[in-house]
């Protein structure tokens, strides 16, 4: 299965992808020349076609599945809300994207804020373009992590054909579709997120939101409710505080703090340590916030931003656009079973 990624950043979507899906990526489309680098670093035979602005997409090779986390400012509540005025929007270009390569699934991922602008937008171009649509939005700590950082992930597949999760490396359409058995009293999104939660011993979140679009509908209809909670990833201040207690390694206080049960959860599912939270920055012994652990906030392998030779500002941008792989591939997983 060949998997065409648009807005790439440092791959995490992908990444989130591959781990449900199987698969490999055929091409990369990124601009920035920073996380360039480091699809350059990981996947240095893949080609990039850097602007999508400018690309032919009848030139590019075929793929089954398209993903793209396109920019997030025009709808942050972070920013000013352009929406569609906004330069960085890039949603008209993915749309084209999606017309010309007619992939069997297409996987989106942007901000909580684009719920109360531009999604109704995006879901009617994609009926328009005969594709049926299932969404989610959902917290990071849904899958484990310290940290909310709540985003909405779509999955878009050819009217009428629905699509579910079967075997790794195979995604099918229509009548060849493998579909999962669902347990009892999980009819919805939220029901499978709970499951999801309790068979990996994580503490509830605030609940998922969910929702459908079929192509029949256009672009009748409202967005979903307002965001509650802000867009970015935060400071270490910002790391969820689970109420029960995990003891540390040696059963001691640590430097983690009320922030303790968030960190040795999240170690016990991505199966590395914390780093430290800060590092010194080299003036009069002054420490701030590391990129090392941003990085391992954002379940990322070791390295994989901060070992490309990029400056801390390239690295924390970077991270701050990019994509949690653990959350991205929860939420593929609750759209495949909500079949």
């Known amino acids: 299965m060949k998997i065409g990624s648009l807005c790439s950043g440092y791959g995490g979507l992908d990444l989130g992808v591959m781990e449900v899906l199987g698969g490999e990526v055929a091409w990369h489309v990124e601009y920035d020349t920073a996380p360039s680098k480091i699809l350059e670093h990981h996947w240095p035979t893949i080609p990039n076609y850097g602007d999508l602005t400018t690309l032919d997409w009848s030139t590019l090779p075929p793929i089954e599945v398209l993903t793209a986390g396109y920019p997030c400012q025009p ?200 780093p430290s939270p800060t590092a010194p920055d080299g003036r009069n012994g002054a420490h701030r916030l590391s990129a090392r652990f941003v990085e391992w906030m954002m379940g990322l392998p070791e390295g994989h931003v901060t070992d490309v030779g990029l400056t801390r500002a390239q690295q924390l941008k970077a991270l701050g656009n990019g994509v949690v792989p653990q959350q991205a591939a929860l939420a593929l997983t609750l759209l495949g079973a909500a079949a």
């Open 75 to 274: 709808f942050s509540i972070a920013g000013k809300r352009k929406g569609a005025d906004d330069e960085r929007h890039l949603w008209p270009y993915i749309k084209d994207a999606i017309r010309q390569l007619r992939p069997r699934l297409v996987v989106l991922e942007n901000v909580r804020g684009h719920l109360t602008l531009g999604i109704d937008r995006v879901l009617g171009d994609l009926a328009e373009l005969g594709y049926d649509t299932r969404w989610v939005c959902l917290p990071a700590s849904a899958a484990g992590a310290p940290h909310r950082r709540e985003r909405i992930f779509i999955a878009a597949y050819p009217a009428g054909q629905p699509w579910s999760i079967g075997d790794r490396n195979d995604v099918r359409a229509g009548g060849g579709a493998v579909e999962r058995e669902p347990a009892a009293g999980r009819g919805s999104v939220e029901d499978t997120d709970r499951s999801a939660r309790d068979q990996r011993g994580i503490s509830a979140p605030g609940q998922a939101e969910n929702g459908r679009s079929r192509a029949d509908v256009g672009r009748r209809g409202g967005a979903p409710s307002a965001d509650a909670y802000g867009d970015g990833l935060g400071s270490v201040g910002g790391i969820e505080h689970v109420e029960r207690h995990i003891d540390g390694p040696d059963g001691s206080d640590s430097v983690w703090r009320d922030y303790e049960p968030a960190i040795r959860r999240w170690e016990h599912v991505i199966g590395r340590l914390a």
